[in-house]
């Protein structure tokens, strides 16, 4: 069991910092399966490790999450969903400094289900304002951590099959723009790569805005992507990359915000992650802050590991304009 991170901080004037910026922090957390044939959810481990393991998270959850955990069909739904909710506990934790116990986190739902955590304010000590999202897939849990700004996340497998043909599924879920750019590519291949990436990121915008789907159709946005030499996505480990620029158009009378920013990427050469946040002015500068990128590979109790600036992290597209 392997598992990558990504958190994001938004910090001012840090002394540490060249030019005394403000900047945002991202790292991503998540899970990613390196397992044995047999249970794919698992990590190489004997068997009785593997059961203390889980043991282990399952003690970390509330009453009702073991309810609904135990209420799952399917053995492998149910080491998901138990895997998911240690991931986003003990990250969350994680930037209390570790004050906050990730058993005693609880947490609410605001009024279009979207997850939040639900403080418990002592007298010394004023909870950060942090914001997280999850997706998954079948191998791979990725959580994202933001301090006060809302964001959303979506991975998606890039050998992931679609049951129907690319563009009668776009035009029946995507903008006219976008269909007219799945469109204009000829290789079927690129053509699903590109649907699995505009779906990737329309996804996390819609999560970022937490209002549910149903206030937020896929047709009453468009995602642009523009090859630029924009850097707006900076990862941490000095690599400075050409990456193409991300935006988001709102259509029709449903007037959904823009202005978030996006970062696109590939993550251990099997699945796109998709980061969509709201943006912030910088303290006493003009334009946005750049988005700083940390991605870490990381197993509750096991292991952590910073993968940034490797080959299992690459950049893809991001905005900061």
Partial sequence: MT??????????????????????????????SNFCSHSPLLPVQPPSRIESLLNRYSELLSPSEKDNVLGMRGEELKKRALL???????????????????????FKKNNHGKPEVEWQ???????????????????LIACGVTVDSPIGIDVEDKQRKLKNH?????????????????????????????????????????KALG??????????????????????????????????????????PMNLTTNWQF????????????ICMEKHKAVGEKGNAPMKLTVRRTIPFVEDECVTGTDAVLPIGGLNC
């Fill in 84 to 106: 998911a909710r240690a991931l986003v506990r003990t990250t969350i934790s994680r930037y209390t400094n570790h004050r906050v116990d990730p058993r005693s986190l609880k």
């Fill in 121 to 139: 304010i002592a007298d010394d000590w004023q909870p950060p304002p942090l914001h997280f999202n999850i997706s998954h897939t079948s191998t």
């Fill in 211 to 252: 209002k549910g789907f149903s206030s937020a159709p896929f047709k009453t946005f468009t995602i642009r992507v523009r090859d630029a030499a924009k850097r707006g996505l900076h990862l941490s480990g000095d690599i400075d990359s050409e990456i193409s620029e991300i935006s988001v158009e709102s259509l029709g």
């Fill in 263 to 274: 970062s696109l990427l590939e993550l251990a050469g099997s699945h796109y992650a998709a």
């Fill in 3 to 32: 598992q990558i991170w990504l958190e994001c901080h938004r910090l001012v004037v840090c002394m540490f910092l060249f030019r005394r910026r403000a900047f945002l922090r991202m790292n991503i957390h998540g899970l990613q």
């Fill in 166 to 206: 690319i563009l009668a599924f776009a035009r029946r879920y995507f903008s006219s723009h976008e269909v007219e750019h799945l469109t204009s590519i000829s290789d079927i291949e690129i053509q699903r790569q590109q649907f699995i990436k505009l779906w990737t990121l329309k996804e996390a915008y819609v």
